[in-house]
């Protein structure tokens, strides 16, 4: 599929598919299988970042609740490195509508693609909205978060507001991602929305950048193009 040929109102209905026809969306029909997107910069930001959560989570959340698997030959393992109940601070309690000195879930998870450190993901989740969410993710850390949100606390992902930035590692990124000094990340951070439109989650993910499929237009042809590799 070559991205640069869709209209920008068509893309993300035909990538994604939509819950108002029966017809499913290219990432869904290519479900065991593999789909070639060329020219994947050319999508619009929000499709960019939209199709990233997609590849995080290897499921694309819907109103029937149906799953995809990107690749049945890849292993997708999550490891757990802490959750824990803190005070928000101004910029999550207004990004998550919480009022007076209310304290949220902080967790932090690895996520491995075949055994090899890929995502790091960071969530804020009101405590109000998802009680005893720590000992939910701590008795299955391979489960995805939102359907433990979902199924667990009845709070089902309805829309999501994302911003992606490209830019150089961190030191602790490059320690978790195992990445080399030279090496870039993607960062996508953003709120969820329950279906009923209250935020359920202020998250920040943080990409190895080998795992994008990006070539930069101002970028010299023997510049570095990052390939998903599933």
């Known amino acids: 599929v070559t991205c640069a040929e869709y209209a920008d109102g068509n893309v ?3 990538l994604f598919g939509s819950s108002e026809s029966a017809g499913r969306g290219l990432l869904e029909a290519a479900g065991g299988g593999t789909l070639v997107l060329d020219e994947v910069a050319d999508l619009p930001l929000s499709v960019q970042a ?3 959560r997609a590849l995080a989570e290897r499921r694309l959340p819907s109103e029937t609740g149906t799953g995809l ?3 049945a030959r890849s292993t997708l393992t999550t ?3 802490g959750v824990r109940a803190r005070r928000a601070s101004p910029e999550e309690a207004d990004a998550l509508r919480m009022t007076g000195n209310e304290d949220l879930w902080e967790l932090s998870r690895l996520r491995l693609l075949n055994g090899r450190p890929l995502i790091w993901e960071r969530s804020a989740i009101p405590c109000s909205r998802a009680p005893g969410l720590d000992a939910l993710v701590e008795r299955h850390p391979d489960r995805s978060l939102y359907e433990i949100l979902d199924e667990e606390c ?4 309805g829309r999501e507001e994302q911003s992606l930035l490209a830019r150089a590692a961190t030191v602790r990124e490059r320690e978790l991602l195992d990445l080399l000094r030279s090496e870039w990340v993607v960062e996508i951070t953003g709120t969820s929305h329950s279906v009923r439109q209250v935020p359920i989650d202020r998250f920040r993910m943080v990409f190895a950048g080998q ?4 070539r930069l237009s101002t970028a010299p042809l023997n510049a570095l193009e990052a390939i998903e590799r599933l």
Do not use: K, P, Q
């Open 79 to 81: 490891r757990l490195l």
């Open 69 to 71: 698997h990107l690749d």
């Open 211 to 214: 795992s994008f499929t990006f």
């Open 154 to 157: 009845g709070l089902r992902e």
């Open 50 to 52: 939209r199709l990233a």
């Open 12 to 14: 993300d209905h035909d």
